[in-house]
């Protein structure tokens, strides 16, 4: 794989990881959300998939962002009667969002946008190295 590749290939993984890094800001600011009408559902944790592509051009593959998906799960009840939100039951319902695993997620997503980062950097040194020498 040369130089140039690598660096796409680094560069793909940037966009990835960035987009992810988003998608969980998305969720941890919303993490206490609750539903706009009574008895609503709240706000609904997301989810950034991962696809691999064959890039003919490069000869090797990358990855894409796939779709953002919506998390499947329960929403925790709590009674609030004087809750605007609150069902005619009482209860609340709260985001599927657990601020634990989105910070456990973004600090994956930090160092995995980090390692593309460092990919980079070791491509533009050793081009920057090779043209020093040829200059000699």
Do not use: C, W
Not at 41 to 50: A, E, I
Request: proline letters at 5%.
């Amino acid at each position: 794989m040369d130089l140039n590749t690598a660096m796409q290939l680094a560069a793909g993984g940037l966009s990835a990881q960035g987009t992810r890094l988003k998608v969980i800001a998305e969720n941890l600011a919303n993490a206490d959300s609750t539903a706009q009408t009574p008895g609503g559902d709240p706000y609904r944790r997301k989810v950034v998939s991962f696809r691999a592509v064959l890039d003919r051009s490069l000869g090797a593959t990358g990855v894409k962002v796939g779709p953002v998906l919506q998390a499947q799960g329960a929403f925790e009840r709590r009674f609030d009667p004087a809750n605007p939100a609150a069902g005619a039951d009482g209860y609340v319902l709260l985001p599927n969002v657990n601020p634990l695993i989105e910070i456990t997620d973004m600090r994956e997503a930090q160092q995995s946008y980090q390692a593309n980062l460092n990919v980079i950097d070791a491509a533009k040194q050793m081009i920057s190295h090779t043209l020093d020498l040829m200059r000699s």
